[in-house]
């Protein structure tokens, strides 16, 4: 006796090993794009986390030296080499809680790498009894310019393959030279001496009248 299959199972196909395969093959090709676009995104993110760490440090380095010029007492003393040195005798603005602070921006050779050196009275290049703190700012450094000029204060800076960054302080006047004359004593006038006195009038004979 022949069995009859039911109607809704008449025209039911079932996968066969090629259709498994091709199924298998586009899965494959569609996860592969899917791990590419990911590793994409990836980079995109580590690179612009790397771009707003940098800004981020220039902007914090930017914020730093103008609040040391902006402080001080306008005694700054700016050395021009192949990249300027920046000494600053007296500001207000220390890092590591100061009352007063002898700040200098200096470029290092090694790397062009920017420092900032702060501590009291010292002398550059540092005596062996001199204790002082050294911060490195920025590496790879293309340009590091100052200019005082009357009340104004213009820094450049640049790192290699970055835009350059300029700003200008006002108000920081450089301390009046004093004259040398100001600091010499009083001249002492010459001690007042007394008068010789008169000769002696010589006793002549006295001679008698004629008569």
Known sequence: MARVMPKHMRFRKAFTLLEVLISITLMGIVIVALFSTVDMLQDSNQQLS?????SKTISKAVKVL???IMDSDGNITIQKEEMS???IAKTRHSLYALSEAKVCWVVLKEGNTLVRIEGNDYHLPLLEDEKVEINPVMSEMKLFDLYHEKDKVLVLLQQKGKEPISFMLQGIT???VKSS???MPPATPPPVT???PPPP?????QV???G
């Open 66 to 68: 103008y609040a040391d």
């Open 194 to 196: 007394n008068p010789a």
């Open 85 to 87: 040195r920046v000494c």
């Open 181 to 183: 004359s100001s600091n």
């Open 208 to 210: 008698p009248p004629k």
């Open 50 to 54: 790397e771009h707003l760490k940098k």
């Open 174 to 176: 450089k301390p009046a």
């Open 201 to 205: 009038t010589p006793n002549l004979p």
